[in-house]
């Protein structure tokens, strides 16, 4: 059941007009399709509840902090924990250069004594004074040891009663020995040089006996 749109008085079903007004119902039908107003389309894009993250602008360095780097020896940790001084590779540059001007006296024998109380204070000249003091005690006991040795071969291998030296066996041994003399030497002259040019470091297989550096360490714990 539907309704005149011009008269507004009901039209009965299956009617082809207004029984009142005598208007068809095709021509009602028009009107209304011509009044129904279709929802605009929507103009491109809408924007308005669109909104795109901003971008990073370049490298964020806020979170970024690169460790600061160390500036030269950190002193705090120069120290054993019985109070003796350790050897780092790298010794404080100030402390070089005014120890190594005598430090080098330490492989020279006894002189190491020189530097031990002269420099009693200084980290670069304790380590060079160990080292010689051990070269030196090295260097001791093996001239010791070898001159005992040769007086043995001696009374053991005699010289022939015709000869105006020693025996061959005895002049054998007296090269090994005087080779081994030579190898201290060089290692004194090893340890002259790196004292005087600043560096530091352990002297070929002697370098690692502890026993008088161990002494040493309690010299110079005392004040």
């Known amino acids: 059941m539907s309704f005149c749109a011009k008269c507004g008085q009901q039209i009965p079903d299956g009617a082809n007009a207004c029984p009142y007004c005598g208007t068809f119902v095709s021509a009602q039908a028009a009107s209304q399709q011509q009044n129904y107003q279709q929802p605009a389309p929507q103009q491109g894009f809408q924007q308005q509840n669109y909104q795109q993250p901003a971008p990073q602008q370049g490298f964020q360095q ?4 690169q460790p600061a780097p160390q500036q030269g020896y950190q002193q705090q940790n120069y120290q054993q924990p019985n109070g003796a ?8 540059d100030q402390d070089v250069q005014q120890s190594k001007g005598i430090a080098w006296l330490s492989y020279l024998g006894l002189l190491f004594l020189i530097p031990m109380f ?3 204070d200084s980290p670069y000249t304790q380590y060079h004074v160990k080292q010689g003091a051990t070269l030196c005690a090295v260097e001791l006991a093996y001239t010791l040891t070898t001159q005992i040795l040769l007086a043995i071969i001696n009374a053991i291998f005699p010289a022939p009663w015709y000869s105006y030296g020693h025996s061959t066996v005895y002049n054998i041994f007296s090269l090994l020995f005087t080779a081994g003399s030579i190898f201290l030497c060089v290692l004194a ?5 790196d004292a005087a040019t600043g560096k ?8 690692k006996i502890p026993w008088i550096a161990n002494l040493l360490d309690k010299f110079y714990a005392n004040p």
């Open 85 to 92: 001084p350790v050897n780092p590779t790298v010794m404080p």
């Open 200 to 207: 530091k470091k352990e002297l070929l297989l002697i370098g």
């Open 189 to 193: 002259i090893i340890g002259i040089v």
């Open 118 to 120: 002269v420099k009693k």
């Open 62 to 65: 806020q979170n970024y902090q």
